[in-house]
């Protein structure tokens, strides 16, 4: 079976592909392996249903995918196939003991270094990045000479456009074909017309949409005069990041239906479905959220104190207890504060609520660190980060103790991804 074809069993719902990654794979495939395949996913789905029952990992289901797919195919009539196969996978398991376990089961001679190069490729094929947050990291930018080199240009031009074809370069939305790379207003307006992708400046916008405008100093004469990135829509405002606004990368805010607005060229951002161990699936989801990556080991530094005995093998689901409260997860939130429910959250869910609510907190406490903003917190470098995060998120106490701890193991972490 082609390799194309193999790669298309380890989606289910945990998204690894790539823009038409599925078109290439249904171009592909023959008759026979058409109907192979849709055998092979009705008892892929049995295996998910028995893994979520034990509540593993979505990496642990993913592999429970590759090695069905690509190593059992010939055991997958055994009688009592998928309780042996999922009794092979335990929590906080190593590569090794899962492989040995599944070759003891199944007399199998997997390697564990020729598995791990296999899955390191599958998990290094999705990588998409929030456009808002990449914007919001280049708040403060005069010039906007690194967007327009980037372009192509090797003088100064006006770079509103620019801007956001670089934010969105960085996403990977150019070459997966959700945003144009533009230079000229209308160039992007048309782009978004063709593809039937466009709001009227009357309608209310979602965050990442891109805002197009009609100055009225001109003459609102119909045609586009300026660009930008929706922030955030609340209490009647769009809240803008914008180009050469002023010559700079500043956050602007108009009124819904302001008649100098043009439209909002509008376009699905792809979900993230992050793989690998539990310090690997949060340093993905927290690089898609934008931040740097001495941010994101800032945090996942606090969160080896929390959860990981200041190790980066993290207990994401662990319960604690303290003075009559329970805590859950990678940053122990204390549940009588957190949404209901909360306690049992999927990794997924527990990084997303944490950059849901990370910005607030900033706003609120940053008074714990010198007054620290969010904007500057991500621009810190990773000693920073990670103090600034224990002491403005976590607020655990006792910071003469916890400064040097938290910043070590950031530091470990960046070590260890980045790259």
Known sequence: MPVIAIVSFFSGNISVDTAGLSQKIEAQLTAEERAKISKA????????????????TDDQILQSRV?????????????????????????????????????????????????????????????????????KKEIGNVGGEKYWKWYGFKSRVDWCCIFV?????????????????????????NWFKSKNQWLPGSATPSPGNIIFFDWANDG??????????????????VYTIEGNSGDKVCECQYSIGNKEILGYGKFKQPDISATGDAATQVWKYLKSYGYSDSVAAGIIGNMMRECGGDTLDLDWDVVGHFNGDEFYGLCQWCLRYAPSNFKGATIKEQCDY????????????????????????LRADTRTAAIAFERVYERCGDYAFEDARRADNAE????????
């Open 67 to 135: 090695i069905t797919v690509l190593f059992l195919q010939d055991k997958v009539s055994d009688k009592d196939f998928v309780k042996k196969l999922v009794g092979c996978f335990k929590k906080n398991q190593t590569t090794k003991n899962l492989i040995s376990n599944i070759n003891r089961t199944f007399g199998t001679t997997i390697e564990v270094e020729d598995y791990e190069k296999l899955m390191s490729y599958i998990y290094t094929s999705s990588s998409d990045y929030d456009i808002v947050q990449v914007a």
């Open 41 to 56: 996913e009705e008892l892929l789905k049995k295996v998910e249903s028995e893994m979520k029952k034990k509540k593993y």
């Open 354 to 377: 944490l950059h849901k609510t990370i910005e607030s907190e900033f706003a609120t406490y940053g008074g714990n660190y010198n007054g620290i903003t969010y904007q500057q917190f």
């Open 220 to 237: 609102l004469d119909g045609k586009g005069d300026h660009t930008g990135i929706v922030e955030k829509v609340e209490n009647g405002m």
């Open 165 to 189: 074809s670089w934010c969105a370069n960085q996403c990977g939305y150019i070459e997966s074909g959700l945003v144009p790379k533009y230079s000229i207003v209308d160039d992007g307006v």
């Open 412 to 419: 470990k972490a960046y070590k260890k991804f980045h790259k």
